[in-house]
């Protein structure tokens, strides 16, 4: 029988990971799991309370070997076949919450991995709750964790608090890239790595877990060890950043969430919409979430994003703007422009341009900081 191992790296968090664990014991199928947790030199206790638990298999290092090549560790240590599934140690999960995951990601081959919605995260992974209580989130859970195949999405990237994927993938990709060591953007690596060699992402918005955040560089007990903590993590998550940026060679707003998408309306849900600078298609997902009937597609100027971006919506690469009608089909409904369209050369010719390839009605979207202009063609 295929199990999940579930692989956790520990640093100075002992409560969570306690918390973490016992949710897991609490709240996942029996026999269909192991638990691995890789201890990075932990000085708070950690390792003496899990060296008492039975059903966890611990790798103690004697240094902080970082999150990426701690993950790395856990999963060389998982029994072999098995679903491998990286959770963040400060996670509480909930009723039927790894049912549901391994439901997503055997629903099809080229699916290669999984995640979840939490209450704390970037990405668009986060939803709003308003439980204050462990029995209040368990409650929420309940009512909220129903398998649901209308509710899982195709995704660019996946946030690594929760990352369940097929042992093939692990086979054929091996591990984290460990140049991200402690970490931060491993998580976005890996996603692009898998989406590259040919599997889909899926985001499983039926599914919910909590996720207190970056546990590890927190420590509230005292306010100049923790505004210290935050100023590292601040640079660590920078000069990743560079590194996946120069590494994958997209641009840096491939991950940011472009709020000019909500301009359109209720009544544009089932409209032929085309975005352009979208990027590997997060705006693309987001909108095929809210409104699973628009037509979606988009534009790039950029051949990596092309080559990169989800292949679940037409996307075509344009090499300047000079040239952007080639890329459009005529008798469009919506276009919007995404970003700061004040850097676009010969910007009223193209503009001109795209007005042209819009239905007779059509609307074109374009901004510069936060103004929206709507364009209807007359």
């Known amino acids: 029988m295929r199990k999940t191992s579930i692989i956790i790296v520990s640093y ?24 691995i947790v890789v201890d990075n030199a932990s000085e708070d206790g950690s390792v003496d309370w899990l060296r008492q638990q039975k059903d966890v298999k611990l790798l103690e290092n004697r240094e902080n070997v970082g999150f990426p090549a701690g993950c790395n560790q856990g999963m060389q240590a998982a029994t072999f076949g098995n679903d491998l599934l990286l959770l963040n140690s400060d996670t509480i999960v909930t009723p039927r919450w790894l049912d549901n995951l391994h439901r997503a990601l055997y629903s ?8 979840c919605v939490t209450n704390n ?15 209040d989130l368990i409650a929420f859970s309940e009512d ?16 690594g608090f929760c ?19 402690p970490g ?13 060699a040919g599997w889909r992402l899926l985001l499983c918005t039926d599914t919910f877990i909590h996720h207190y955040g970056s546990a590890s560089f927190k420590d509230e007990s005292d306010p100049e060890k923790a505004r210290v903590k935050q100023e590292l993590f601040a640079g660590i998550l920078q000069e990743n950043k560079e590194k996946f940026l120069n590494k994958w060679q997209v641009k ?22 085309l975005l352009i600078r979208c990027s590997v298609g997060l705006d693309l997902c987001y909108l095929h979430r809210k409104y699973p009937q628009m037509r979606l597609s988009g534009i790039v100027f950029n051949e990596t994003e092309a080559r990169l971006a989800v292949r679940d919506f037409p ?7 000079e040239k952007i009608t080639a890329g459009i089909p005529a008798r469009q409904d919506i276009i919007l422009i995404l970003g700061d369209s004040l850097d676009i050369p010969n910007r009223e010719a193209v503009l001109a341009k795209l007005r042209h390839r819009l239905h007779s009605k059509g609307k074109l979207f374009y901004g510069e900081g936060r103004c929206v202009f709507c364009e209807k063609r007359e």
């Open 315 to 321: 996307i075509r690469y344009v090499s300047d703007w």
């Open 12 to 35: 100075n968090t002992q409560e969570y990971t306690r918390l973490c664990i016992e949710s897991i014991r609490a709240y996942t199928s029996k026999k269909k799991y192991e638990i």
């Open 121 to 135: 995260c970037s990405n668009q992974q986060a939803i709003d709750v308003s439980y204050q209580t462990m029995e």
């Open 252 to 273: 840096y707003d491939y991950k940011v969430f472009h709020g000019m998408t909500g301009v359109l309306q209720s009544e544009d849900a089932k409209k032929q919409v």
């Open 184 to 196: 931060n953007y491993e998580d976005d690596d890996y996603s692009f790595a898998i989406r590259q």
């Open 144 to 159: 909220y964790n129903h398998s649901d195949t209308q509710k899982w999405y195709t995704w660019p990237t996946l946030v």
């Open 163 to 181: 990352f369940l994927l097929k042992y093939e993938v692990y086979e054929k990709l091996g591990g984290l890239d460990e140049r991200y060591s």
């Open 108 to 115: 099809a081959d080229k699916v290669g991995a999984v995640s």
